[in-house]
Each structure stands twice: as structure tokens, then as C-alpha cells.
């Protein structure tokens, strides 16, 4: 069987806007939570985000480009760009033609949408939309352009399962990898979704925190007084590569995808099943496909966004597939990041990688008490990472309308 390695990571994220800048945040427990700039927050219920510091869209693109791009396909952009770099690519060298992009994004272009449709609205009623309208709102759009950067003209596509989505593009380009129908592909996921649309639904879902006077503590999962989690943005980026296809060209591997698993609660519209059904499936899958017991996993990423409901039944399927007496480690760095959504599989499978590579386990912050039923099950990191040997790690993103991706990764 074809095996798949990872040979370059870039990340875009509210805690740094670079790989290094990122890791070094998380290791240091550093919160990314703050009041929200972007638009007046008084007449809503949840007042802060984790939004990105110092992105300046001009430092990365000219003014057509701007006009061009949301700033979801500008923030896949960025972090490719990393990931390219740091793979020590040169496609020229390459056959494009077995080089594709699966990238991914639960909201796609909202704030274009939301923007133009306030223009209309407010306006005299003549539609007086940006030619880009469309092509800058689509959520497959993002791959699109990424291949039109580099000219690669391999399998080209956007899956899209809510929150999910970026490791189940990783699982898919695992996939196309495998089955020998790539050679490479740049996979992750981009969200751009900090506006008054995604704010104000969300917070009427109840699903955000509204620990307003306390914005950097306010994602705090497992801890029993959680209340919602904290939204975020921006990209994280993988570079898949067959491994044969990796050394040849003098690649550094940096980790190695060895299993992938999706599933569905098949329960609730937002809401996870309370044990955690489809999550123990997914887990279950993806360490069936790794060829792997449960008790070779030494570190989770977990989904645990800070959600009353969804952090126990997270907690449940874990303690399903790990048993009780695991030495496993969990943790969730959206603790620190917040939520980006439709990204935040990219983000925390970099995280695992350099966990993988480093020998540190990334903390939970801000987290004080957590829920007594598992607080003896599980090695929980807290306020700072925790040295310990990682050869086997697992991301876990679950979604709105029950979706469920896990994927194993293996130290190189």
C-alpha cells in the first residue's frame, strides 16, 4: 500500500500568523480571545473572537487581488504559501498533473455575502454587485485558486462537513494518495467567519460564550463551567505526499498519516449524540485503518470546543475507546485558538504533527475543574505543554448535522 506523509505545514491563526509563531503559542499556553474589532458588538450577546493580529491583506496581495478574493481564499493563500516553502517545493520540477488541491471551509465567502446583500438592501434596490460576487462566496473557490497559483491540475475539489471539514479534506487526500491517484496534494482548510451574520446566529444557537468580561478564559473545555465556544479564524495547510514521491525529491517528512476515520451521530441537527456514538465509530475507523490498538495512541487533539453537551460526549466516546485505566493524553488548543470552524482540523493536525516531532503535548488553558467523571481517566495537560513521547497521535472534528472525522498520524 502507498504510504502518505506530511512534508509542509503553514498556519494563519489568532495566535500567531506563521508555523513557528503557532506552535510556540500553544506550547506556551497563549490565549487568542479579545474583544471583536471588526464590528460593533453592543447590541450583540457574545462581544469577543479570536480574531487574527496584524493581517494586513495588502502585505500578501495587491488591490485587484483584494477586490478578487474573500478573505477566506486570502487566508488559504497565506498559509500555503508557508506550507509550499516549507515543503521545499519547486512544481516546475514536478508532474502537475499528479499534484491536486483538496482544500476546505464550512462558511465560505459569508462576508462577502453578507456585505453585498447589506449594500442591496440599503440601497435604492438596483443590484449594484461586484462581478466577484460569486466566484468570492463560493466555498469550493479556495482550491480553485490554489491550483491556479501553482498551476496544478490534479484532482481539484472542496468537501464541505460543517466543522469536520478540514480534517475530512486530510482524510480525502490521504485517500486520493493511497489509491495512487496523486502523487501530492495541498490539503487544510480556511474560515473567515468573524461578522455580524456568524456571530448572531451562532449566539442565537447558544452555542457561543458569552463570558464577556473575561474574553481570554473564556473557552475553558471539560471544565465544568464552561459555557460555549469562542469563534475564530484563519488557515492551516498540509502538504500529502506519496512516500516513494517524498524522498526522491529530497523532502524532510515530517509525520506520517496512517488512518482516517468519518462516521455520523445520526442524532440531532446541531447537537452531538450524548454518548458519543458516531464519534467512538469515527475514532474506531480510523484506528482499524491505522492497523493500531487504541492503547498505541499516546495524544488526542480533541474536538472539545467548550460546549456544555459536546465536550461530555466527546469525553464519552473517549472513555468507549480508550477504556478507563488509559494513559492517553488529551487536550484541546481551542482553548487558545478558539473555534475556527471549517480550519480548525488543519490547525490541530499541525498541532499533532509537531507534538509528533517535539515530544510536547499542547495544553488546555483557562480550564480549572473539570467533569468528575473523567477527571482520573485521561492525562489532562493544563495552562502548559507536557513532555512526553508521541509516536502515534488523533485529531478529532465533529460537525453540525452529525458529521464526524478522525485521523491517526505516526512520528516518522
Not at 47 to 62: M, V
Amino acid at each position: 500500500m502507498r504510504r502518505v506523509v506530511v512534508t509542509g505545514m503553514g498556519a494563519l491563526t489568532p495566535i500567531g500568523n506563521n508555523l513557528e509563531a503557532f506552535w510556540n503559542a500553544l506550547k506556551e499556553g497563549k490565549s487568542g480571545a479579545a474583544p471583536i474589532t471588526k464590528f460593533d458588538t453592543e447590541k450583540f450577546k457574545a462581544k469577543f473572537a479570536c480574531e487574527l493580529k496584524g493581517y494586513n491583506e495588502l502585505d500578501h496581495f495587491d488591490s485587484k487581488e483584494v477586490r478578487k478574493y474573500d478573505k477566506f481564499s486570502q487566508y488559504a493563500l497565506v498559509a500555503v504559501e508557508e506550507a509550499v516553502a516549507h515543503a521545499g517545493i519547486d512544481f516546475e520540477t514536478l508532474n502537475k498533473d499528479r499534484i491536486g488541491v483538496i482544500w476546505g471551509s464550512g462558511n465560505g465567502g459569508i462576508q462577502t455575502f453578507q456585505d453585498q446583500m447589506k449594500e442591496y438592501c440599503e440601497g435604492d434596490g438596483t443590484p449594484r454587485f461586484t462581478p466577484y460576487f460569486i466566484p468570492r462566496i463560493l466555498v469550493d473557490i479556495a482550491s480553485g485558486i490554489i491550483s491556479i497559483k501553482y498551476g496544478l491540475r490534479g484532482v481539484n475539489f472542496c468537501p464541505v462537513s460543517a466543522c469536520a471539514t478540514s480534517n475530512t479534506a486530510i482524510i480525502e487526500a490521504f485517500n486520493y494518495i493511497k489509491w495512487d491517484k496523486a502523487d501530492m496534494i495541498i490539503t487544510g482548510g480556511s474560515e473567515a467567519a468573524i461578522n455580524e451574520a456568524s456571530i448572531g446566529g451562532f449566539s442565537s444557537a447558544k452555542a457561543l460564550s458569552t463570558r464577556n468580561d473575561s474574553p481570554e478564559t473564556a473557552s475553558r473545555p471539560f471544565d465544568i463551567s464552561r459555557d460555549g465556544f469562542v469563534m475564530g479564524e484563519g488557515a492551516g495547510a498540509l502538504i500529502l505526499e506519496e512516500y516513494e514521491h517524498a524522498i526522491k525529491r529530497g523532502a524532510t517528512i515530517l509525520g506520517e498519516i496512517v488512518g482516517g476515520g468519518m462516521a455520523a451521530d445520526a442524532y440531532h441537527l446541531t447537537g452531538t449524540h450524548p454518548e458519543g456514538a458516531g464519534a467512538v465509530l469515527g475514532m474506531n475507523e480510523a484506528l482499524r485503518e491505522a492497523g493500531i490498538s487504541a492503547d498505541k495512541i499516546d495524544y488526542v487533539n480533541m474536538h472539545a470546543t467548550s460546549t456544555p453537551q459536546g465536550d461530555t460526549s466527546e469525553l464519552f466516546a473517549a472513555r468507549t475507546v480508550f477504556g478507563t485505566n488509559s494513559k492517553v493524553s488529551i487536550s484541546a488548543t481551542k482553548s487558545m485558538t478558539g473555534h475556527l470552524l471549517g480550519a480548525a482540523g488543519a490547525i490541530e493536525a499541525i498541532a499533532c504533527v509537531k507534538a509528533l516531532q517535539t515530544g510536547l503535548v499542547p495544553p488546555t488553558i483557562n480550564t480549572e475543574t473539570i467533569e468528575p467523571e473523567f477527571a482520573e481517566l485521561f492525562d489532562f495537560p493544563l495552562g502548559k505543554a507536557s513532555a512526553k513521547e508521541v509516536n502515534y497521535a488523533m485529531s478529532n472534528t465533529f460537525g453540525f448535522g452529525g458529521h464526524i472525522a478522525s485521523v491517526i498520524m505516526k512520528k516518522f
